[in-house]
Structure formats: C-alpha cells, structure tokens
C-alpha cells in the first residue's frame, strides 16, 4: 500500500508540473485572468498533496500505518476531485464547477487530519 501512494505521489507531482507549465504557456492569452488564478491555485494545491501523498506512503512503509494510507488516498482523491475540478472551471468556465472544489478540500482536511493521527500513533 505505501508503495503504491508513493508512485501515486510522484504521478501527480509530474502531472502537477505539467499542468503548472500549461497553464504558464499554453493557456495564458486564452483564459481570464480569474480563470488563470484557478488554474495556478489547481497546479499548487496538486504539487503540495503530491508531497504529501508520497510522505503518507513513506509512513505507510515505516510504521505500518493504517492512518497515513487512508491519508494518503484521501490526497490522491482530494486531488482528483479540488484540483480536477478547478482546471475544468479554468478551461470551461462553467461556475457550476466550482460548487465540487470544497469536496476536494474536505478529502485534504481529512488526509491532514489522518496524518495527524498516524504521527501521533507512530
């Protein structure tokens, strides 16, 4: 299990380097500046839980822990679903997205707490 939220971690950090640069380059001229702003919020939230995806696999590995796994699932889904949903906000400009965002944020507020509890445990 903290294998497999490590590679996750680097997964989404490359991702998250690739999508920083995108919006950088390639979206720039094409977006609003406030939908440039989501962007760029989606592209530092995802490379931070990226670090502590692959920290919650590292305890994982270390201490056995079930706490640091479902933490670290919870960044992964925090990911997919807050940083997800802001690019598809930035490239679609459907508002409506933005109604999700806060589900992703409770996902990484739990993760936050989990990891919490797993170095309490630990």
């Not at 989404?12 to 390639?26: K, S």
């Not at 400009?93 to 996902?107: C, H, M, Q, S």
């Amino acid at each position: 299990m903290g294998h497999a939220l490590i590679g996750a971690g680097a997964l989404l950090g490359f991702i998250g380097v690739a999508a920083g640069a995108f919006g950088a380059h390639a979206i720039r001229a094409r977006v609003s500046a406030e939908r440039l702003d989501n962007w760029k919020t989606a592209a530092d939230y995802q490379l931070w839980h990226a670090l502590a995806t692959i920290a919650s696999g590292l305890i994982t590995v270390r201490w056995a822990s079930g706490a640091a796994a479902v933490a670290g699932w919870c960044f992964v889904g925090g990911v997919v679903v807050f940083s997800g949903s802001l690019y598809a906000l930035a490239l679609t400009d459907r508002r409506k997205l933005g109604a999700i965002t806060p589900f992703g944020g409770v996902l990484f507020l739990a993760g936050w707490a989990l990891l919490l509890v797993a170095a309490i445990r630990g």
